[in-house]
């Protein structure tokens, strides 16, 4: 056993007071003279025996009280596994999950708020000295430091729920930084959260040894959750009124089957598209809205779904661009290519810019969302550098050689980008063999394939090189020679063909096919903006370049909500970033003065619909030098942290006794009888 405050042992002398007086008995006798007392003798030695015994019990009762009470001043304690700290300030640093699945409900009403209750019962069990840190998801600048008992309390009735999400590792890990600071300080970590199965990605977490680290799970009841995890537009390029397909992906995150949830699709505040889908218990499901009649512009979309009783993810927001015109580039070499100005020349919506190898801007490379290179002799390194930087940005390349091509710069461009490349020139009479019906240039084309197709009929071309493992062939020659070749790189395409636009190589650029697969590429081409951003994970921002000065800040807009991002000018784009500065989802505008440069939609993140959460053993697991001090329904959590930091107390223990002690001491005074007869005898 061991004292908190063992210097008031000292107090233990006051038992001498008792013990002084009961050797001192200060009253004075009077004498009583009898005729004979040979009859009372035996009666007054059997009484001074009770006296006696009646006094001792007395003195005992009273030193006992008063030695209990003395104990109860210097705190006693049977040491604990923390109790080494007793008596010294500390620094504690308690997490609160305040992300989204804390507004699930239990018998306590939401788990926020237990949370936050069971906050201030841990700072109720340490001294009025010590010191707390408040963490929450959103690792705000004002929780890095140290507070009071009354300032944590006050900062722990302000917090929200919030759309951040951060692993297991990432909370101890700033829990960890702050208490590094504050090396003379005892240090404790608590972390308070439901410990969805998200938070960890079953590895080990990093600890540090010397801290002391307490898990308190809160439990939740267990509820179905069906939500939008993302969304796909079929067609990368947009038309005014044309009809448009969106893949919708439901995920539900329940064991039991979502029957019947009802979903709507909303643009621009109209309502486009009406569904009812029936999901099995986790398990995901893609369906598909068809919508028209979209102006040109950009586009505010929302899908919203009826799934109670969880609700913060039933909305996702998504935005795109119907463009009026689609701009293309067309690059030669000197000379305009008169096939690709008719080609484009046939639909007003494509905007064709013709410029010569030379002249090139390349600053404005990526605002187009196709570039056709043609009769290019030789490539220049400045032209091939900027065109490999467009298509991993997300540009689509479309190269046909010149008659008299460098192949050498050809190779230098198209082997970076991991496509086919011209290898040598054939003389050869042939014709178009095969055509790849399953790629996606080639879908939607034919109503009925015939089968025996008019194929563009080829006098030389040049031999191509390996399409390569991300390529594949949009037309073939006999012997599975490419002639026509495709292929991803980095976030855009390149095509290859392995003929000039000359009727000298082949009839392809007067052939019926010709003009199809160019508005088939044209229309899967372009790095438009992504349709949709994550709160807390996107915070960087590529947009097209958008030129700004010290007047003329980019801003983002949401009704009365307004931020204003970093921004950063690169080669070809710009960069925004938003931090921590967006907390609530929907679409934004990013208005440079009063005209509106895009518009950017944010959710939040889906890791908080899995309503799934860690055992025990999973936490042991993960964190092997924690213990898990209370789980919901298991007491108090201030008796807990008092006995892990303190050991058992015995203060109010002791102070029971006393009380005891003291009360049979009124009893022995009031009911003890010392002068009672204890024989009758005749005289």
């Not at 931020?563 to 934004?588: C, H, M, N, V, W």
């Amino acid at each position: 056993m061991h004292f908190l405050y063992p210097a008031f042992l000292f107090a233990l002398i006051t038992l001498a007071i008792p013990i002084l007086i009961h050797l001192f008995n200060f009253r004075r006798y009077q004498k009583v003279y009898f005729s004979n007392v040979q009859f009372l003798k035996e009666v007054q030695e059997r009484q001074s025996h009770r006296k006696n015994l009646k006094e001792r019990l007395i003195l005992a009762t009273r030193l006992l009280a008063l030695a209990f009470l003395v104990l109860a001043f210097a705190k006693p304690y049977i040491p604990g596994e923390n109790s080494a700290n007793a008596g010294k300030q500390q620094a504690v640093s308690v997490f609160v999950d305040n992300s989204y699945s804390m507004e699930t409900l239990n018998s306590e009403g939401s788990l926020l708020d237990e949370a936050k209750r069971r906050a201030k019962e841990i700072a109720s069990a340490y001294s009025v000295n010590d010191r707390f840190q408040l963490l929450t998801q959103d690792f705000e600048g004002k929780h890095q430091r140290l507070l009071s008992r009354d300032e944590f309390d006050d900062a722990v009735d302000t917090v929200k729920i919030s759309p951040q999400t951060r692993s297991l590792q990432q909370i101890i890990d700033r829990q960890q930084s702050l208490l590094a600071m504050h090396k003379e300080q005892p240090g404790s970590v608590f972390i308070i959260s439901d410990f969805q199965t998200n938070m960890a990605d079953n590895r080990e977490v990093k600890t540090d040894t010397s801290l002391r680290i307490s898990l308190i799970q809160l439990k939740a009841n267990k509820l179905p959750n069906v939500a939008v995890d993302s969304v796909s537009l079929l067609s990368a390029i947009h038309r005014p009124g044309e009809s448009e397909k969106l893949v919708v992906r439901l995920h539900n995150y329940a064991d039991e089957t979502a029957a019947k949830i009802p979903l709507k699709l909303s643009i621009n505040g109209a309502q486009k598209a009406l569904g009812s889908y029936t999901i099995k218990g986790r398990s995901l499901q893609h369906d598909t809205l068809v919508f028209s009649g979209l102006q040109a512009g950009w586009q505010r979309a929302e899908i919203s779904l009826q799934d109670n009783p969880v609700t913060f993810d039933n909305q996702f927001y998504f935005s795109f661009n119907v463009k009026q015109q689609m701009p293309v580039l067309l690059i030669d070499g000197g000379t305009p290519n008169s096939y690709l100005k008719a080609v484009f020349a046939a639909d007003p919506f494509f905007e064709a810019h013709r410029v010569p190898e030379g002249n090139v801007d390349y600053a404005a490379l990526n605002g187009y969302p196709l570039v056709v290179q043609s009769d290019v002799n030789a490539i220049s390194t400045g032209l091939s550098q900027q065109l490999k930087t467009y298509v991993k940005k997300g540009g689509t390349l479309l190269v046909f050689p010149a008659e008299d091509a460098d192949l050498a710069s050809y190779k230098g461009l198209l082997s970076s980008l991991n496509s086919a490349y011209p290898e040598s020139l054939i003389t050869e009479n042939t014709r178009v063999s095969a055509i790849n019906l399953q790629n996606q240039v080639f879908k939607n084309i034919f109503e009925d394939f015939p089968q025996n197709p008019d194929l563009p009929v080829v006098s030389k071309y040049y031999k191509l090189s390996s399409t390569g493992i991300n390529g594949e062939n949009l037309m073939s020659l006999p012997g599975g020679q490419t002639f026509w070749a495709g292929n991803s790189s980095g976030k855009g395409r390149v095509y290859i063909a392995a003929v000039a636009l000359s009727e000298g190589f082949s009839n392809l650029p007067r052939h019926a096919l010709f003009v199809p697969v160019m508005f088939r590429i044209a229309l899967l081409s372009g790095h438009d903006q992504p349709l949709f951003y994550t709160l807390g994970r996107d915070e960087t921002i590529e947009v097209p370049p958008i030129q700004t000065n010290e007047k003329q800040l980019l801003k983002l807009v949401k009704g009365r909500l307004g931020i204003i991002p970093e921004s950063r000018q690169l080669e070809g784009s710009t960069l925004l970033y938003t931090a921590d500065q967006l907390q609530e989802a929907g679409i934004y505008d990013l208005k440079k003065q009063d005209s509106t440069v895009a518009a950017l939609a944010f959710n939040d993140n889906r890791r908080e619909s899995d309503l799934s959460y860690l055992t025990g053993s999973d936490l042991a697991r993960l964190v092997p030098n924690a213990k898990t001090v209370l789980e919901t329904g298991k007491g108090s959590l201030k008796g807990s942290v008092i006995e892990t930091n303190f050991g058992l107390q015995l203060w109010k223990l002791c102070i029971i006794l006393a009380m005891i002690f003291l009360g049979l001491e009124i009893l022995l005074i009031r009911y003890f009888k010392a002068d009672r007869n204890a024989a009758s005898q005749p005289v």
